[in-house]
């Protein structure tokens, strides 16, 4: 990513513009609730996959899960 504007305040632009730390922190978001994660390394760089569910779903991540296992069984989807 290209820095404009001699990424004055050591923040990237997207916009075209520098953006103030102090700005940023007042964008940011505060979460009241921890998320959960999972943290992996692969080949050295350590990612982070954050976990969420959307209350309103019909179905829990296991009956989903199930459903599309039973699905692809049925449907013969399977690897060679």
Do not use: W
């Amino acid at each position: 990513m290209k820095c404009l504007g001699g990424c004055r305040y050591g923040i990237p632009s997207i916009s075209g513009k520098d953006v103030p730390m102090e700005e940023m922190k007042k964008k940011a978001t505060v979460q009241e609730e921890p998320v959960p994660y999972i943290k992996r390394e692969v080949d050295g760089a350590v990612y982070t996959v954050m976990i969420h569910f959307n209350p309103e779903s019909r179905e829990t991540a296991k009956e989903k899960v199930e459903r599309l296992l039973l699905k692809d069984a049925l449907n013969g989807n399977f690897p060679d």
